[in-house]
């Protein structure tokens, strides 16, 4: 089973992760960006050149990832609880974020090539408030350049987050970051 974290940055999902891995301790742990050795190349290239590199580039290097993380990393665990750090709903998200001229069944179509049609089976969404997403990623410094483009552009893809959720209908856990630690383990725990 692979259950997919999205939230924008800083809404906990690393942390979730971490607490569902000590009670689900066979899980495999992954991460898109980053899964692969190719994936981690992007991931480094990305937050440090994300303002030089055109729109359509930055999605196609995320889709090359995605591929490649669904061949080397999902495919192979596939029976396995597969827990992934992001997937293609943030993909799509941060692209129209960037574009909103972007044709979202376009950007679906490209993620189902590139995951051969295996689209996950649960999604837990985490949402925070413009306030949680300040206090959280903007007081500790070190923003990379996904992080520099503002609050107000996080919220823009959390709002396409949002948007995608409801028009796929998956079968989602909706969840507010806001909320304790335990509270969202609680909750996570309970929708597994």
């Known amino acids: 089973m692979l259950i997919t974290f999205e939230g924008i940055d800083g809404v906990g999902k690393s942390t979730q992760i971490s607490l569902l891995k000590e009670f689900k301790p066979s899980a495999i742990i992954t991460k898109e960006p980053g899964g692969t050795e190719f994936g981690s190349w992007v991931r480094e290239f990305l937050l440090k050149n994300a303002s030089k590199v055109c729109n359509k580039a930055e999605i196609l ?18 029976g396995n609880l597969v827990l992934s ?3 293609f709903i943030s993909g799509i998200a941060y692209a129209m974020a960037n574009d909103d001229n972007l044709d979202i069944s376009e950007l679906l179509n490209l993620n189902k090539f590139a995951l ?4 996950g089976d649960k999604f837990i969404f985490l ?17 990379d350049d996904i992080e520099k ?44």
């Open 61 to 78: 290097l995320f889709l090359a990832d995605r591929a490649e993380h669904y061949e080397k990393v999902i495919k192979p665990n596939y």
């Open 85 to 87: 750090d992001r997937g």
């Open 116 to 119: 051969n049609g295996d689209l």
């Open 127 to 143: 949402k925070a408030s413009k306030e949680l997403i300040k206090d959280r990623l903007f007081t500790r410094g070190n923003s």
């Open 149 to 192: 483009r503002g609050v107000e552009y996080l919220m823009r893809v959390q709002g396409f987050m949002s948007i995608i959720f409801a028009d796929l209908k998956f079968n989602v856990l909706e969840i507010d970051a806001g909320l304790s630690v335990s509270q969202i383990q609680e909750e996570i725990r309970k929708f597994i």
